[in-house]
């Protein structure tokens, strides 16, 4: 069964100008004025050599700690 509602040609006329205008950079979309959207991804670039530090430290301590017994 088909549940699409039909449209006048007068809406379809509305909708097809709506769907043709070219992108407003002018007033961007309001997520873009929030704060997370500005924030740069630069102050997590300390994390990914930290990561790799703690397991580097875990693995060679098993290791250690499998090696005693």
Not at 3 to 18: I, N, Q, V, Y
Not at 38 to 59: D, Y
Request: charged share 30%.
């Amino acid at each position: 069964m088909d549940t699409r509602e039909s449209k006048t040609p007068e809406e379809e006329l509305k909708h097809f100008k709506e769907v043709s205008q070219p992108e407003d950079y002018e007033h961007p979309e309001p997520d873009e004025d929030q704060p997370e959207a500005r924030q740069s991804p630069e102050g997590l670039r300390w994390l990914l050599p930290v990561l790799i530090v703690v397991v580097a430290v875990v693995v060679i301590g098993l290791l250690v700690i499998g090696l005693s017994d």
